[in-house]
């Protein structure tokens, strides 16, 4: 069973940066791609990055230039570098692993972008 925990999240000013981390358990972490999500309040929870077990990644468009993701295989963790926070940035942001189609999801942890 993959169980997975985001790092705390934050209030940060508009323009400010914060890093999110997501340790997975188990083992074989390195074969699969995780993702980061995130769904505002009212919002359908939307894809921000993904990065697949060979390291390539994608981006949503919204988050483009400003965020980036990378991973740790030796410590079973994924990042999510976010840069030039805007207000819409502003949500519940979720861990994802995706193990042959098979979707494992973090707890969720709140990022609030103060204007």
């Known amino acids: 069973q993959v169980q997975l925990v985001e790092s705390r999240g934050g209030l940060v000013q508009a323009g400010g940066s914060l890093r999110l981390s997501c340790a997975a358990s188990g083992r074989a972490f390195s074969r699969y791609a995780m993702g980061w999500f995130r769904q505002a309040p009212g919002k359908e929870r939307e894809l921000v990055a993904v990065?697949?077990?060979?390291?390539?990644?994608n981006y949503a468009d919204s988050v483009w230039g400003r965020f980036a993701i990378s991973r740790d295989n030796a410590k079973n963790t994924v990042y999510l570098q976010m840069n030039s926070l805007k207000p819409e940035d502003t949500a519940v942001y979720y861990c994802n692993l995706n193990s042959y189609g098979r979707l494992y999801w973090g707890p969720g942890t709140q990022v609030t972008v103060s204007s």
């Open positions: 990065i697949t077990s060979g390291g390539s990644t």
